[in-house]
């Protein structure tokens, strides 16, 4: 994990899901740990989410990088995992959203974080939308 993140997650967990710096203010900040595809360890990602309903709705964008972030084929490969809001903690399993909903949901993030925008057209793929299922 790099050190930014680190510190992210450090600041997310001491202050029941506020961070300051670049997400100061974003209440949609959550927190993930995904099983590694390849190296079967726990790993932790801090992210901004969109709320929908009962669920959250994640976005693989890599910063609009050509390739997928190392958290969705973790989850590809090992769907569930770990959610941390401010104040709780629960099980998710992954559902990979495609076509119709996966277009409306990315539009309501771009409405709410419009640099998820700039992503997209910075990249030729299609970027993966997952929404997380709470297991009761």
Do not use: Q
């Not at 959203?97 to 771009?110: C, K, P, Q």
Request: glycine share 10%; proline share 5%.
């Amino acid at each position: 994990m790099n050190d930014f993140n680190t510190g992210v997650i450090e600041e997310f967990r001491a202050n029941e899901g506020r961070v300051g710096g670049m997400f100061e203010g974003n209440p949609n900040m959550v927190v993930i740990t995904t099983v590694g595809a390849k190296s079967g360890r726990e790993i932790t990602n801090p992210l901004v989410c969109l709320p929908d309903g009962d669920r959250i709705v994640l976005i693989a964008s890599n910063g609009g990088a050509d390739k997928n972030p190392a958290w969705y084929h973790n989850l590809r490969a090992n769907p569930e995992f770990t959610v941390e809001t401010g104040t709780e903690t629960y099980r998710a399993e992954a559902e990979f959203i495609t076509g119709e909903e996966r277009d409306r949901l990315y539009a309501r993030m771009v409405e709410i974080m419009p640099g998820f925008g700039d992503y997209e057209r910075a990249t030729t793929r299609v970027i993966p939308v997952i929404a997380a299922n709470r297991i009761a």
